[in-house]
């Protein structure tokens, strides 16, 4: 049973942090590229940031860029998401997702595996 478990939202007020993580089991996801997306009330699912099956390679939506930072610990089978100068346009529910194929690059468009979410909510 393949399994991603968010942790680590909560409410911030602007320009504070917080450090979302995301468990998997079931499966090592070493091989596969993973990400995060959000979705806020009534608007669609965002992509958020990915990083390759190997760590190698970044990506981050334009809004977040420089902001929040993506990483993995596949010996922990852990992805992570450091968010820093929280804006109250981040406020939404927090997905972890990981790929359909090994050693894919990113995640945005072959996201299979989802997580239930964490919600982070920014106050301004």
């Known amino acids: 049973q393949v399994q991603l478990v968010e942790s680590g939202g909560g409410l911030v007020q602007a320009g504070g942090s917080l450090r979302l993580s995301c468990a998997a089991s079931?499966?090592?996801?070493?091989?596969?590229?993973m990400g995060w997306f959000r979705q806020a009330p009534g608007k669609e699912r965002e992509y958020v940031a990915g990083?390759?099956?190997?760590?190698?390679?970044?990506y981050y939506a334009d809004s977040v860029r420089g902001r929040f930072t993506i990483s993995r610990d596949n010996a922990k089978n852990t992805l992570c998401l450091q968010m820093n100068s929280l804006k109250p346009e981040d406020t939404a529910v927090y997905y972890c997702?990981?790929?359909?194929?090994?050693?894919?690059?990113?995640?945005?468009?072959?996201?299979?595996?989802w997580g239930q979410g964490t919600q982070v909510t920014v106050s301004s």
């Open positions: 997702a990981a790929d359909s194929e090994k050693f894919g690059r990113d995640v945005r468009r072959t996201a299979v595996y």
């Open positions: 079931g499966r090592t996801f070493s091989n596969y590229a």
């Open positions: 990083i390759s099956w190997a760590g190698s390679t970044t």
